[in-house]
């Protein structure tokens, strides 16, 4: 079945560092990906909307130009937390869906534990 | 409101028992309605979902039960399992795909 691969698993970085996230769709092309931030006990709120090929679109209260997102395939989409603070310590997860398919499912990434210290 | 509220906030349900978790959504745009469950450190895995034009859906042990007219939808889980806890989310989404999540529910089944 469709598969979202999401790496690394888990990254300890200090503040004021940088941090590449990667979300690949491992069996099927996404048009679209979402990335979702989650803390402990917490739902997941949604951050940004990443399309191929175009400028992600990013939620209310999410800067832009601290969660840098692109989308440069159909199988890879990148977060990148730039100078990482601790309030940036959070689970991030990262969703697809297959864009042959409208009634396809969204399914998602094991999601990047991010530790900033 | 793109809310989605979602109860109860935690459950504990003896083995082999019935667990339900109820949700409700304002947004009459939504038209895709999944169940996930995740548990510690992994990412949500999708359990079933159902679309507006069907009042239940039922794939194994999980059952969905949506009710259109008064924006409500459940998931039952049968014979429930010590290996079900975990934490449920429903969601629901419009075209566009994006994801409305409810609270989630800490489920926790007794052997």
Not at chain 1, 51 to 66: H, I, L, M, P, R
Not at chain 1, 90 to 112: E, K, M, Q, R, W
Not at chain 2, 73 to 98: K, V
Request: proline fraction near 5%.
């Amino acid at each position: 079945g469709a598969v979202v691969s999401q790496h690394p698993s888990w990254v300890i970085c200090k503040s004021g560092t940088s941090v590449k996230i990667e979300c690949r769709s491992l069996d099927f092309q996404a048009t679209t990906m979402f990335w979702y931030r989650q803390f402990p006990k917490q739902s997941l709120m949604l951050m940004a909307t990443s399309n191929e090929g175009s400028k992600a679109t990013y939620e209310q209260g999410v800067e832009k130009d601290k969660f840098l997102i692109n989308h440069a395939s159909l199988t890879l989409s990148t977060l990148t937390v730039t100078s990482a603070h601790p309030e940036d310590s959070s689970f991030y997860i990262c969703s697809a869906s297959d864009v042959n398919s409208y009634n396809s499912p969204l399914h998602f990434g094991n999601g990047t534990r991010l530790t900033v210290t | 409101q793109q809310q989605v509220k979602q109860s109860p906030q935690s459950l504990i349900v003896q083995k082999g028992g019935i667990s339900i978790i109820n949700c409700a959504y304002e947004n009459t745009a939504f038209d895709y309605f999944p169940w996930y469950q995740q548990f510690p450190g992994k990412g949500p895995a999708l359990l079933i979902a159902i679309r507006p034009d069907v009042s239940e859906k039922k794939e194994g042990r999980f059952t969905i039960s949506f009710n259109k007219s008064a924006k409500q939808f459940s998931l039952h889980i049968m014979d429930s399992q010590p290996g079900d806890s975990a934490t449920y989310f429903c969601a629901a989404s419009g075209s566009a795909r994006q994801l409305t999540f409810g609270s989630g529910t800490q489920l926790t089944v007794l052997p």
